[in-house]
Structures are given as structure tokens and as C-alpha cells.
């Protein structure tokens, strides 16, 4: 019989103390939590209702500039700021970089919540491939219009403000941050699907023409779990602007290609439609990527599209999908006894 | 459905903790002295990643088989530790942190490109390492109050604000008013040539000049022609584009395409684009700003002069047929980490940091001498126009400028 | 903006003239390689997201071949059959796998392919921007304000003859019978006696070479990036939710007007524009087709 509480207990060893153990690896770890979070948050639309997005990198860009736009302009003009020559320098002080820095994620949760249910109400209405197309073509619009706007630095982007600790604690505040924000994004979508949410969901994803004919308010459901993901998306953006210390749209804010394809590929191999696939999936993602990444010399990329397609083509159940057929007894979807009965008396 | 998966956790975890075993090195190993750097070796940046790189392994080679850095009397070699950024400002600072953090790397040269340095220089700065960037040219590099940062080359505001005003100097000359020029500009949307054009938008005001067009380039755009069409309808007296290597060759393409005939044109990466070479017709009397000539008359004892290095670098590196200033600078980086090294005959970093700032030296790159805020403000920056005969003339003053161009459309 | 307006309509009104060329120019282009998307997505129901990877690929081989010494009108035939070739390979290796799956599994193996294709090309040809320059004279219009390439009008002429070929092809041959056969109704041509897999293998590799030939137009008058393939591809895919399947007519009509609006665009608004104006309409384009399909309660699918 396999714990799960064991799992929990290792990864809140790897969460609390790895930074401690490893420090030199506080940003590796701090980074994989970014994996962790953008994969499961996929997983909500992408594996559990079948809503498959290529865009929900928007969430993270967004909420990237909403909180530097925040934490600047809190204290002084954002336009001086990002002015080509750095017109103004300004310090922070240690009350105004924490004060900007908390509403800032705030505000980008949040509004990544109001650009999810504004984007959901238009693009709801597109299945399968074209909701995937039509989320890429949003995030690359997304993008490009970012790169219009004067006031957040167009194309040359906003260098954000030092976070005023000890280098050495800085990693670490990022770090814990972000293994914050996994855990909660987790155990939120845990309960999410603990519930009716749940049921609903995987109804959506298997027909949604006899979801809603049951009488399922399949937009309801569609929203709210599109809004959970965005505003995760959004904080984690956020955070990892300020990590990085510089945004411009291109690369860091809105990596369509990148990241925006990470995520889903994560889910992928971990097993997309599982609480635990995606979480695997980006743990194994990470730790191959950055062990072997250094010494493909140049050819890294190619072998990244090669592993996607081959995910893809040859193991698309994912590595829960594959432990579930293999091994139902110990890895199968187990029903709670007292559903059982009242399935039988159905 | 989610209960007992620690089987695929457990292994998964074992795989993290084998995987993030190993230790950092020391900054100095033995008679070796590490440098870092993130460098674009794959991606949109590459290729002047790869000039950046054998720039700077030229010039260690170069220093270790002629002794070494001598610190504190004995001597030592030069090793650089690369890692691949993929021309992506996350990898670079990610990877910087690793190089410092992981590799134990106490002195960093710099990444390729304003972009990837503006991503760098908050890490170096954080964990106060010198970094010595040849690369990265924004104005808005060095308005940060960075200390550990110093830069061999010229600015962005010397590249194309100073044709304005060689043009204003013709135009009085010529009996008119500077400030009945008119401008048209197209801008790549990146760091780097935003800065170009703050440079010259400033200097416009100075004199009064009108901005006819403003565009800016998106990156993965492969057409100009909208703001070539504007350019043909408003018949400016200045075309200014700069975009990099990528920007240079659609806009000389486009150009020649559609006959611009304005009397001033300036690039910049002319050289790195092979304007001349590849669209001989536009290319002629356009004019190209650029860091560093082969024939300067600059020189120090481990290169020689620019025309030295640049023999030499060409017979260690056959594959070079022309090479971009981009890579001189590259080795001029290294020239002054060793320079700084032994005049503060110390590995301590913070005291190699002071030497660095008061560097003052001449190299085959031209003087360089450090401004309070990291930039060189020894080493002029150079004009040269494109001649018929496909050669490039120095421009100094206005006198020596063909006004108005020819193009042999 | 408003100044551009004006330029535009009151100043140098002359100035549409090249627009709208520079328009029918480059719809020509996306006209191709939005018709061998319609034909994959019909007959075979797979989105390839490598359309325009395709086309650079198909760009970058003429380039090789010009540096051969190879003119770009002579190197059209050689990389029409070299991606013919490649098609086949990729339908054997990805498509053939994916196609029976939900259309987002061939959607993502088909971006996968697309990260490959740009990765190799960049390894191969490195990320400057190559061209061609194919010697053709340029022609000059009302008082040398507008320019016409000839390279252009060839291409424009070349794409035209092109696609002439392909809708006899597919109107006459046999083996087009056969195709159209399969797009309506895959069970029932199999019942007749069709190799379902053969014609889904040609139909794939045909569109590989549409892109192919696409890409040799772009290389004689625009410049090739490893990178720039993705952009093309958002542009077919506006193209063809716009124009729908198996709609010829409505294709080129549709590409010529995309080429209208991202000129327009980056004129009026601005160059910076003129990326954001090929996706905006493409969500335009989905959200009005949503607004259309509400009314009879249905959904874009």
C-alpha cells in the first residue's frame, strides 16, 4: 500500500529544508516550483475538462507587468521610470518594495481573475483545436501589444526594484515563495476536485452537448476553473518578474514557445487529468532539463521538439496514465465505498 | 483517485537529490583562474554569441601562452566556464546565479546583447561579482548605479545620434537650417535600439529637427515596406533604421526594392549584415557607426595593433573572412580583466573591483578608461560611409561625407 | 495615427496604389499556404501548426540551391519534390500516429515538429536573415513613387500557375478524385476500393510542397529567419477559420485581405502593429464565427 501522506511528507522536505540542504540550489528549486505550478494549473482546463490552451502563458506575462506597473507606480511616475535613459532612479525602501511587492501580486492574481472570465466569455464558445489555436493567437497578441505600450518600456521592458534583503536570503524568499504558492495551488485544485467541481469538469471534458443537457451550467464551471488557473498564473508571473529583476515582453514576460509549451508538454508526460501527473511531470521535466540541458551543446532545442513529438506520438497517456493501466490495483482510479453503493442502487 | 503514487515521488526524488549533487568549485583552482559567462549559443542571438565567444577564447589563449596573469608573483592561467542563455533573459540570469552560486565563479565577462546584459547585471550586481560586459551598449545599462559592472564599449547614444550632428554641420554649410531636416526613423522594439533612438530623439530637439516617422520593428517582422512606403510619401532628408543584423539586411533588401532615394541613410550593423556585399546598389553612401576599425592605430603588448589582432585572429580562425568589431571587443574584455588582476594583485573580489574601476590602459580596442557608472569613455565611436567602390570611408567631419548619396537604383 | 490617415487619403493618395499591390503580393504567398492547410484539414482533419516551418523550410532550400547556383524559377520544381518527399516522411513518422486521435494530440505533435523544424534550421543556416537576390528588374510607377518588383509580379504570376495546376489536379486526375472522395467521406471511399492511406500520405506530402513552393516565393521577395515560420502559421490558420474548407475562392479573397490589413495596419498604426493586426484578426475571426453559431446555439468545432 502506497502513502500518500509519504509524498507529502517528502515534498514538504524538499520544499522547507532543500533550500537549506542544497543552498546553492535554491534557484533550481525555486524554478522547479514554477514548473510544478504551471503544470498543474494547466492541468484544471487543459487534462480535467479538456479545454486544451495554448495560451495560459497570458496569465503569467500579465500578471507580470500588472505587478511591476503596481510596484512602481505606487511611489513614483512609471513613465520616468521606464523612460528609455532611466530618467529616474529611485531606492525603495524596505516598507515600499514589501507593501508594492504584496499588492502587486495581489493585483496581479486578481486581474489575471477579471482577463480570465473577460477571455473565457469570448473564447468559451470555440472546442478542441480551435480554443487552442485561439488561445495561442491571444497570447501572441498578448505579446505584441505589450511591446506597443510606452508606459510599461515597450519592447525594452522594465528593470524591477531590488528586493532589500541579504544576497543570500534572496533565492530563498523566491524559493519560498513559490514552493508556497505550489502548495496552495495543489491543495486548492485538490479540493476543487474533491467536489461537484470535479464531477462537473469530467463531464465537460467527456461530452459537454450531454453535460449541459443534464442541466450542468458547463459555463459556470468553465469559468471558475479557468479563473483558479489564471490567478495562480498571474501571482507566479509576478513573483518571477521580480525574481528575474528584469521584464521585457518577448522572453520573459510571454515565452509562448517556451514555457507556454512547457507546461502543456509537462502535463503530458506526467499524465494529463491526474492531480498527480502534472506535478510528476514537471518534477522529472525540470531535473532531466537542467542535468542534461548544459551538455547538449546547441542541440538542446532540437532535442526538445524531438521529445515533444515523441511524447506526443508514442506516450500520450503520460506516465500516471501508463502506472494506472499497468498497475490498477495499486495506481487505478479507486471509488469511495459510499459512492459505490449509491451507484449500485442507481 | 489521488492516494498511494510515493513509488513514482520516491524515485522522482532520488533522481533530484542525485541530480543536484556535486559541489561548487573554487573561483581559483590551482594556477587557474575561472571567469564565467553566459553567452547566446543558440537562438536568435547566436550567431554574434559565437563571434562574442571566440573573442574572448582568442584572447585567453593568447594571454596564457604568454605567461599568464602574474598575481602576487606567481602566475596564473585563464579558463572560461560557458553556459548556453538560448538568447532568453530568464536562462541568462538563471544561469549566472548558477555559475556564481554552483561553479563558485567570482568574475563574470558578459552575455551577447543589451537584453541578455540588463538580465545579468542585477545577478552580478546581487552577489558582488565584477563583471566585464562587451556586449551590452544601452545607455540604460549604466544609469542604474551598477558597481560591478564595466563595459569596453562605446554607448548606444554614440551610434546614430552623432550622424545628426555631422548632417546638421552639412546642412549650415550648405546655407541651411539644421532645423528644417527631416527625420525618419524605424526602430527594432528591443532594449538596445529603444536606446538608439532616445539618443537620437534627444539630439533632435537639441536642434530643432522634425521626426517625420517613428516606427518600431516588431522582432519577427520580415517587412518594412509600410514604413518605407510612409518614408517614400514624406521624402525626409535623414533615413535612420537600426535593428541589429536582422534589422540592417531587410531594410537594405527593402530599400533597394523600392528606390528610397533619401540623401542621408544610416544603419547600424552594417558590417555584421554584409550590407555592401549583398545589396551592392542600396548600400552606397550609406552611412554605418561601429565600436572599433581594423587599421586603428591603437596598440598594446599582448596584440599588438587592431590590424595585428586582426591578422591574427583570422589565422586562428580561417573561417573569418571579415572580422566584426563585435569579437574585438570580446578579447579587449578579457585584456582588462587581466590588466585589473594584476594590478590589485588579489583574488579578493571587491578589491579587483576597485582596480577594474580604475582602469586606464590602451588596448589594439582603442583607450579604455571607466566613468563612475561603468562605461568607457575613453574610445571614441566610428562613422564610415560605403563608398562605389565598396570600400568604407572614415567620416570625421562633414566635409568628408557624400551628400547627397548616389544610389545606383 | 491621424496624420498617417491623412498622409494616407489627403496628402499621397498614390500611396494605396503600392499598398494595395504590396497586398495582393504577399496574400499570394499566404494564399498557397492557406490552401494546402484547408486541404490537410479537410481531407485528413489535422491541424498542422508546422505550416509555416514549411514554408521557411521550403525557403531556406531554394537559398541552399541558389547558392549552387540553382535561379529560384528553376529551383521552384526541385523543392516542390524535395518537400513532397519530406511531407511523406513526416506523415509516416508523426501524422499517420496522430490521425485517428482527438485533433488537439495532432495539433501539438505538429508544434513539436515545428520546434524541431526551426531548431534544425537554425543549427543549419544560423538566425541572420538570409535572401536571394534574384536579379530581376524593379518597374516604377507614377513618377517612380510606387515600385513594382518584377521578382514580385513573377511570384504573384508563379503562385497563380501553381495553384492553377493543383485545382486541375485535383478536379481531373484520378488520384484527386480520389482525395475529394476521402474529404467527404473517408468509410465510403475505403469501401470503394481507395487506399485511405496512400491518398492521407499524398495529401499530406502535396501540402508540404504547396508550403514548399510558398517558401521559394518568400525567399525571392522577402528575407528568411529560422524563426519567422510560427507567424506564418497564424496567419493560415486566420486565413482558413475565416474562409473555411474546401472554399477556394473565399481563400485567396481572405489572403489577399489579410495583406491589405497588416499593410494597412502598419501604416496607420504603425509598424509595431503590424504583427498584432494578422492575429487580431484571427481572434476576430473565431469570435465572430462564435457570435454566428450562438444564434442556432452551436459552437465552433
Given at each position: 500500500m502506497i502513502n500518500e501522506k509519504l509524498v507529502y511528507l517528502a515534498l514538504a522536505i524538499l520544499g522547507l529544508a532543500g533550500p537549506f540542504i542544497f543552498p546553492d540550489y535554491t534557484m533550481q528549486i525555486a524554478v522547479l516550483w514554477v514548473m510544478v505550478l504551471m503544470a498543474s494549473t494547466w492541468d484544471i482546463m487543459g487534462g480535467q475538462m479538456g479545454y486544451n490552451s495554448l495560451g495560459n502563458i497570458t496569465f503569467f506575462g500579465v500578471g507580470m507587468y500588472i505587478s511591476a506597473a503596481i510596484q512602481v507606480s505606487m511611489f513614483y511616475d512609471l513613465g520616468l521610470y521606464t523612460a528609455s535613459y532611466g530618467a529616474i532612479k529611485p531606492v525603495f525602501t524596505e516598507t515600499q518594495y514589501y507593501t508594492g511587492f504584496i499588492m502587486g501580486v495581489i493585483a496581479a492574481g486578481l486581474g489575471c481573475v477579471v482577463l480570465a472570465v473577460l477571455l473565457g466569455l469570448t473564447m468559451f464558445g470555440l472546442r478542441g483545436p480551435y480554443f487552442a489555436i485561439g488561445t495561442l493567437g491571444v497570447a501572441v497578441a498578448a505579446r505584441e501589444i505589450a511591446g506597443t505600450i510606452e508606459v510599461i518600456g515597450a519592447g525594452a521592458g522594465i528593470a524591477m526594484p531590488f528586493l532589500p534583503l541579504p544576497i543570500e536570503y534572496r533565492s530563498l524568499f523566491y524559493c519560498m515563495i513559490f514552493f508556497a504558492l505550489a502548495a496552495l495551488a495543489h491543495f486548492v485544485i485538490r479540493w476543487m476536485f474533491a467536489q461537484q467541481f470535479g464531477l462537473a469538469a469530467n463531464a465537460i471534458r467527456d461530452d459537454e452537448d450531454k453535460a449541459e443537457a443534464m442541466g450542468i451550467p458547463t459555463l459556470k464551471y468553465k469559468l471558475v476553473g479557468w479563473s483558479v488557473a489564471a490567478f495562480f498564473m498571474g501571482c507566479t508571473g509576478a513573483v518571477f518578474g521580480n525574481m528575474v529583476g528584469y521584464i521585457e515582453p518577448l522572453e520573459v514576460a510571454f515565452p509562448v514557445a517556451t514555457f507556454g509549451i512547457f507546461m502543456v508538454a509537462m502535463s503530458l508526460l506526467g499524465g494529463k487529468g491526474t492531480l498527480w501527473g502534472p506535478v510528476l511531470g514537471a518534477i522529472l521535466f525540470h531535473i532531466v532539463k537542467e542535468t542534461t540541458w548544459t551538455y547538449l551543446l546547441g542541440l538542446q532545442w532540437v532535442v526538445l521538439g524531438l521529445i515533444l513529438i515523441v511524447n506526443i506520438v508514442y506516450f500520450q497517456q503520460g506516465i500516471m496514465g501508463w502506472l494506472q493501466t499497468k498497475y490498477p490495483e495499486k495506481f487505478g482510479i479507486s471509488v469511495d465505498p459510499s459512492l459505490t453503493n449509491q451507484k449500485e442502487e442507481a | 483517485m489521488y492516494k498511494k503514487y510515493s513509488i513514482a515521488f520516491g524515485a522522482a526524488l532520488a533522481v533530484s537529490v542525485a541530480g543536484v549533487s556535486g559541489g561548487a568549485?573554487?573561483?581559483?583552482?590551482?594556477?587557474?583562474?575561472?571567469?564565467?559567462?553566459?553567452?547566446?549559443?543558440?537562438?536568435?542571438?547566436?550567431?554574434?554569441?559565437?563571434?562574442?565567444?571566440?573573442?574572448?577564447?582568442?584572447?585567453?589563449?593568447?594571454?596564457?601562452?604568454?605567461?599568464?596573469?602574474?598575481?602576487?608573483?606567481?602566475?596564473?592561467?585563464?579558463?572560461?566556464?560557458?553556459?548556453?542563455?538560448?538568447?532568453?533573459?530568464?536562462?541568462?540570469?538563471?544561469?549566472?546565479?548558477?555559475?556564481?552560486?554552483?561553479?563558485?565563479?567570482?568574475?563574470?565577462?558578459?552575455?551577447?546583447?543589451?537584453?541578455?546584459?540588463?538580465?545579468?547585471?542585477?545577478?552580478?550586481?546581487?552577489?558582488?561579482?565584477?563583471?566585464?560586459?562587451?556586449?551590452?551598449?544601452?545607455?540604460?545599462?549604466?544609469?542604474?548605479?551598477?558597481?560591478?559592472?564595466?563595459?569596453?564599449?562605446?554607448?548606444?547614444?554614440?551610434?546614430?545620434?552623432?550622424?545628426?550632428?555631422?548632417?546638421?554641420?552639412?546642412?549650415?554649410?550648405?546655407?541651411?537650417?539644421?532645423?528644417?531636416?527631416?527625420?525618419?526613423?524605424?526602430?527594432?522594439?528591443?532594449?538596445?535600439?529603444?536606446?538608439?533612438?532616445?539618443?537620437?530623439?534627444?539630439?533632435?530637439?537639441?536642434?530643432?529637427?522634425?521626426?517625420?516617422?517613428?516606427?518600431?520593428?516588431?522582432?519577427?517582422?520580415?517587412?518594412?515596406?509600410?514604413?518605407?512606403?510612409?518614408?517614400?510619401?514624406?521624402?525626409?532628408?535623414?533615413?535612420?533604421?537600426?535593428?541589429?543584423?536582422?534589422?540592417?539586411?531587410?531594410?537594405?533588401?527593402?530599400?533597394?526594392?523600392?528606390?528610397?532615394?533619401?540623401?542621408?541613410?544610416?544603419?547600424?550593423?552594417?558590417?555584421?549584415?554584409?550590407?555592401?556585399?549583398?545589396?551592392?546598389?542600396?548600400?552606397?553612401?550609406?552611412?554605418?557607426?561601429?565600436?572599433?576599425?581594423?587599421?586603428?592605430?591603437?596598440?598594446?603588448?599582448?596584440?599588438?595593433?587592431?590590424?595585428?589582432?586582426?591578422?591574427?585572429?583570422?589565422?586562428?580562425?580561417?573561417?573569418?573572412?571579415?572580422?566584426?568589431?563585435?569579437?574585438?571587443?570580446?578579447?579587449?574584455?578579457?585584456?582588462?580583466?587581466?590588466?585589473?588582476?594584476?594590478?590589485?594583485?588579489?583574488?579578493?573580489?571587491?578589491?579587483?573591483?576597485?582596480?577594474?574601476?580604475?582602469?586606464?590602459?590602451?588596448?589594439?580596442?582603442?583607450?579604455?578608461?571607466?566613468?563612475?557608472?561603468?562605461?568607457?569613455?575613453?574610445?571614441?565611436?566610428?562613422?564610415?560611409?560605403?563608398?562605389?567602390?565598396?570600400?568604407?570611408?572614415?567620416?570625421?567631419?562633414?566635409?568628408?561625407?557624400?551628400?547627397p548619396r548616389k544610389a545606383s537604383y | 495615427m491621424l496624420d498617417n490617415l491623412q498622409l494616407l487619403f489627403v496628402f499621397a493618395p498614390v500611396m494605396n496604389v503600392q499598398m494595395i499591390l504590396d497586398g495582393i503580393f504577399i496574400g499570394a504567398v499566404f494564399a498557397l499556404a492557406a490552401y494546402g492547410l484547408a486541404l490537410v484539414w479537410g481531407v485528413m482533419n489535422v491541424k498542422n501548426l508546422a505550416q509555416g516551418d514549411f514554408v521557411i523550410m521550403g525557403g531556406y532550400l531554394a537559398f541552399s540551391l541558389f547558392n549552387m547556383g540553382v535561379g529560384p524559377i528553376a529551383a521552384l520544381p526541385i523543392v516542390a519534390a524535395v518537400m513532397f518527399g519530406f511531407g511523406w516522411i513526416c506523415y509516416l513518422l508523426i501524422i499517420k500516429r496522430v490521425i485517428d486521435n482527438d485533433m488537439f494530440v495532432s495539433l501539438l505533435a505538429t508544434f513539436g515538429l515545428s520546434l524541431f523544424l526551426q531548431q534544425v534550421m537554425n543549427l543549419i543556416y544560423g538566425p541572420e536573415v538570409q535572401t536571394i537576390d534574384s536579379k530581376f528588374p524593379i518597374l516604377t510607377m507614377f513618377d517612380s513613387f510606387v515600385t513594382v518588383p518584377m521578382a514580385k509580379v513573377v511570384s504573384l504570376l508563379l503562385a497563380a500557375g501553381f495553384a492553377a495546376i493543383i485545382i486541375i489536379f485535383m478536379k481531373k486526375s484520378r488520384t484527386g478524385q480520389a482525395i475529394r472522395a476521402t474529404a467527404q467521406d473517408a468509410r465510403a471511399a475505403r469501401v470503394l476500393g481507395i487506399n485511405t492511406d496512400r491518398i492521407y500520405a499524398f495529401t499530406f506530402s502535396l501540402n508540404a510542397a504547396i508550403c514548399g513552393v510558398a517558401g521559394v516565393l518568400v525567399s525571392i521577395i522577402w528575407v528568411l529567419q529560422p524563426f519567422y515560420g510560427i507567424v506564418y502559421s497564424l496567419r493560415t490558420f486566420a486565413i482558413v477559420t475565416a474562409a473555411g474548407l474546401g472554399n477556394l475562392p473565399a481563400v485567396i479573397g481572405v489572403s489577399f485581405a489579410l495583406g491589405w490589413v497588416e499593410q494597412y495596419a502598419g501604416i496607420i498604426m504603425g509598424a509595431e502593429w503590424q504583427i498584432a493586426a494578422a492575429v487580431m484578426v484571427l481572434i476576430g475571426v473565431l469570435v465572430w464565427r462564435q457570435i454566428q453559431l450562438r444564434r442556432q446555439r452551436q459552437v465552433v468545432r
Open positions: - | 568549485m573554487a573561483k581559483v583552482e590551482g594556477d587557474t583562474i575561472i571567469l564565467g559567462s553566459a553567452l547566446s549559443l543558440t537562438g536568435k542571438y547566436s550567431t554574434n554569441g559565437f563571434h562574442t565567444q571566440k573573442g574572448y577564447d582568442f584572447a585567453v589563449d593568447r594571454i596564457n601562452s604568454m605567461g599568464g596573469v602574474k598575481v602576487g608573483g606567481k602566475s596564473y592561467k585563464l579558463a572560461i566556464t560557458y553556459y548556453d542563455d538560448e538568447s532568453t533573459p530568464s536562462r541568462a540570469s538563471q544561469l549566472t546565479e548558477r555559475l556564481i552560486q554552483q561553479d563558485g565563479v567570482e568574475y563574470m565577462l558578459g552575455p551577447y546583447s543589451t537584453t541578455m546584459t540588463k538580465a545579468v547585471a542585477p545577478v552580478t550586481e546581487k552577489f558582488k561579482v565584477p563583471m566585464v560586459e562587451a556586449e551590452g551598449a544601452s545607455r540604460s545599462l549604466f544609469t542604474q548605479g551598477y558597481r560591478y559592472m564595466f563595459a569596453v564599449l562605446s554607448t548606444s547614444e554614440y551610434y546614430l545620434a552623432p550622424v545628426l550632428d555631422i548632417m546638421a554641420d552639412k546642412a549650415k554649410a550648405m546655407g541651411k537650417n539644421p532645423a528644417d531636416l527631416r527625420i525618419s526613423m524605424a526602430f527594432e522594439n528591443d532594449g538596445f535600439s529603444l536606446d538608439v533612438r532616445a539618443g537620437v530623439v534627444e539630439k533632435a530637439k537639441e536642434y530643432g529637427m522634425k521626426i517625420v516617422i517613428d516606427d518600431k520593428l516588431p522582432a519577427d517582422l520580415s517587412d518594412m515596406s509600410a514604413t518605407l512606403t510612409k518614408t517614400k510619401a514624406l521624402k525626409p532628408d535623414i533615413l535612420l533604421v537600426s535593428g541589429h543584423s536582422k534589422g540592417a539586411a531587410t531594410a537594405a533588401r527593402q530599400i533597394e526594392e523600392m528606390k528610397i532615394d533619401v540623401p542621408l541613410i544610416a544603419y547600424t550593423h552594417c558590417e555584421a549584415a554584409k550590407v555592401q556585399e549583398k545589396f551592392p546598389k542600396s548600400a552606397q553612401g550609406v552611412m554605418c557607426p561601429t565600436q572599433w576599425l581594423s587599421n586603428l592605430p591603437k596598440k598594446d603588448d599582448y596584440f599588438g595593433d587592431a590590424a595585428k589582432w586582426n591578422a591574427d585572429f583570422k589565422r586562428a580562425y580561417p573561417e573569418y573572412k571579415v572580422v566584426p568589431y563585435q569579437t574585438a571587443q570580446a578579447s579587449a574584455a578579457v585584456l582588462v580583466f587581466k590588466d585589473a588582476f594584476e594590478r590589485a594583485n588579489s583574488f579578493d573580489r571587491d578589491k579587483v573591483r576597485d582596480a577594474l574601476a580604475a582602469t586606464d590602459m590602451e588596448t589594439f580596442y582603442g583607450d579604455i578608461k571607466f566613468a563612475p557608472e561603468g562605461n568607457n569613455i575613453a574610445k571614441p565611436m566610428f562613422y564610415r560611409q560605403i563608398q562605389a567602390d565598396a570600400s568604407y570611408k572614415p567620416i570625421i567631419t562633414h566635409e568628408d561625407m557624400v551628400y | -
